[in-house]
């Protein structure tokens, strides 16, 4: 069983900064991409960022250049700096990691319960 532990959401003004972190734990083999999606009052799940074993990265066109995401491998940990935000930020922001399991050796991808971050002045 795979765990997300999520934090760092809140209230912020516009223009304001966040960070967010999402610790994964449990029967992880290997951790092969970790994200975070959002998703506003009345609107779609979106994908925010993503980060591959890799190293390559994906953005959503709204967030680039004001979102970074990174992450500590060796904690099993994605963070999400935000920067630049705007009120169309604020949502419930997921974590997401594709995992291996280690006892099925099957990928399966966990999510987090979910953070709200909230920018309005």
């Known amino acids: 069983q795979v765990q997300l532990a999520e934090s760092g959401g809140g209230w912020v003004q516009p223009g304001g900064s966040l960070r967010l972190s999402c610790a994964a734990s449990?029967?992880?083999?290997?951790?092969?991409?970790m994200g975070w999606y959002r998703q506003a009052p009345g609107k779609q799940r979106e994908l925010v960022a993503a980060?591959?074993?890799?190293?390559?990265?994906k953005y959503a066109d709204s967030v680039k250049g004001r979102f970074t995401i990174s992450r500590d491998n060796a904690k099993n940990t994605v963070y999400l700096q935000m920067n630049s935000l705007k009120a169309e930020d604020t949502a419930v922001y997921y974590c997401?990691?594709?995992?291996?399991?280690?006892?099925?050796?099957?990928?399966?991808?966990?999510w987090g319960q979910g953070t709200l971050v909230t920018v309005s002045s």
């Open positions: 980060s591959t074993s890799d190293g390559s990265t």
């Open positions: 449990g029967t992880i083999f290997s951790i092969n991409a």
């Open positions: 997401i990691a594709v995992v291996t399991d280690t006892r099925t050796f099957n990928t399966l991808d966990a």
